[in-house]
């Protein structure tokens, strides 16, 4: 239970609540809307982890949402979710690197115009770290994981502490709208968007639901209380950036962690909030590296993806799924062209949340004498109400993103031809049949629990 809190507090808390505050604040020009829509964001990851809980547990096999839709919706569904889903984490691993690589320039000004060697030499680094084995990357999301939280939650403590109060004008004590936008309706969909790319990483633990040895007790207890904690922390750290910063400087802030904690330590301030944005990075890179991997095992054992990528070593570690991974990583770093896959991942995570919760309705009313050792909250409603709220989040991505939203589209319509492909060639090289489940005589991914 403590591996699956770790991975979900690592995988969610991120440089994202450090930023994105003086984002929203500035689109809404209110506090009171402020924090209800960090109470929405919250709300929507609650639903999302209730219904993938039930799948989760309903289903304890590697693979995540792909499995999921593959089950409900058909197997070249189940094809798209996994690919978007493996390319988004490859994006995602190779952003954060270059992150990584940028402050590691700034601590030592001798690795100056180094920054793409330095994000590589940390992509090794977690692809050797997980070679080793899976008990040693699941002991370190958990240290850094609780360190992270500690961290933030210490910042908020600070700013509360230490904070002199700032005033609010009084249309902002009172609630009024000065919204950034002309468009009160775009200021709040365009906002919730920021809000929900910061709660992203609520559902990290289905990722090794395989490996978990009680999953029916062990993925609803950790994912729900992970992500009660994650709101809890984020509406937090907003009230706290309001005691300290006047709303206006906060609505301008582009580092509103920066801000605040420069008010409180002075000039150290940046060193302090620098140092927690490196442990997070970490901490999200390493959880990446452990969920990218089970992707692609779970794919290739039901035969849509190379046999080989089933092979787990002694340690537990899909050595040829992680080797994938990180060769994809580190060729988008060279490339640069990481920053264009992430420009259509929006979509991709919308496409993600709602087969999850379209799979779930359609395996209630199709399957429903399967097992359901966890059954969603106020099921059908709050299956419904997520929905509704993906269709607020995708609005938003087209309206922020349209260019990147038609990419996306045509990225998912070109992938029939790659399913075709990999289908046939599973098919001339006798590889692991289309549909088979796992027996007694694979070897799994090992036990992170």
């Not at 979900?8 to 440089?15: E, F, M, P």
């Not at 906002?191 to 990722?207: E, K, L, N, P």
């Not at 040829?320 to 420009?343: D, N, W, Y």
């Amino acid at each position: 239970m403590s591996f699956g809190l770790a991975v979900t507090l690592g995988s969610t808390i991120g440089v994202g609540i450090l930023r994105t505050p003086g984002t929203v604040a500035a689109q809404l020009g209110s506090v009171r809307l402020v924090v209800a829509l960090w109470l929405v964001g919250g709300l929507y990851a609650l639903l999302g982890t209730l219904a993938v809980a039930e799948l989760a547990t309903m289903l304890p096999q590697a693979g995540g949402w792909y499995l999921y839709a593959r089950r409900a919706l058909g197997e070249y569904a189940g094809f798209i979710v996994g690919w978007i889903n493996w390319a988004a984490f490859c994006a995602s691993s190779a952003s954060i690197a270059i992150a990584l690589g940028d402050y590691g320039v700034r601590l030592a000004p001798i690795l100056s115009g180094k920054t793409r060697e330095v994000a590589i030499a940390v992509l090794l680094l977690f692809t050797v770290m997980h070679w080793l084995g899976v008990r040693i990357g699941s002991r370190a999301q958990e240290w850094m994981s609780f360190t992270t939280a500690l961290g933030f939650l210490a910042l908020v403590v600070a700013c509360f502490a230490f904070g002199g109060g700032a005033r609010l004008s009084g249309s902002e004590q009172a609630g009024g709208f000065i919204p950034a936008t002309s468009s009160v309706l775009l200021a709040l969909v365009v906002s919730f968007q920021s809000v929900i790319f910061t709660y992203d990483g609520w559902y990290s633990a289905i990722y090794f639901s395989e490996e978990d040895t009680d999953p029916a007790r062990n993925l609803p207890r950790s994912m729900i209380g992970a992500v009660l904690a994650v709101i809890g922390l984020y509406v937090l750290i907003n009230l706290a950036f309001l005691h300290v910063l006047p709303f206006a400087q906060l609505a301008a802030s582009q580092l509103a962690a920066a801000d605040a904690a420069q008010v409180i330590f002075g000039a150290r301030g940046g060193d302090l909030v620098s140092m927690l944005s490196v442990l997070s990075l970490a901490s999200i890179t390493n959880a990446t590296f452990m969920q990218t991997p089970r992707i692609l095992y779970g794919m290739s054992r039901d035969g849509l993806f190379v046999p080989a990528a089933t092979v787990v070593n002694r340690q537990g570690t899909p050595t040829v799924a992680l080797m994938v991974c990180s060769g994809a990583a580190i060729l988008l770093v060279l490339s640069g062209t990481f920053e264009k896959l992430l420009a259509i991942t929006a979509v991709c995570f919308v496409l993600m949340y709602g087969s999850g919760f379209v799979s779930l309705l359609v395996l209630r009313r199709r399957e429903s004498n399967l097992p359901r050792p966890f059954k969603a909250w106020g099921y059908p409603w709050t299956i419904v109400v997520a929905l509704g709220l993906s269709l607020v989040f995708l609005g938003g991505v087209v309206m922020s993103d349209p260019t990147g939203s038609a990419d996306a589209l045509i990225a998912v319509a070109a992938s029939y031809p790659c399913y075709l492909l990999v289908r046939r060639l599973n098919a001339r090289s006798g590889g692991i049949k289309i549909g088979r489940q796992p027996d007694d005589g694979d070897r799994q991914p090992g036990n992170s629990s």
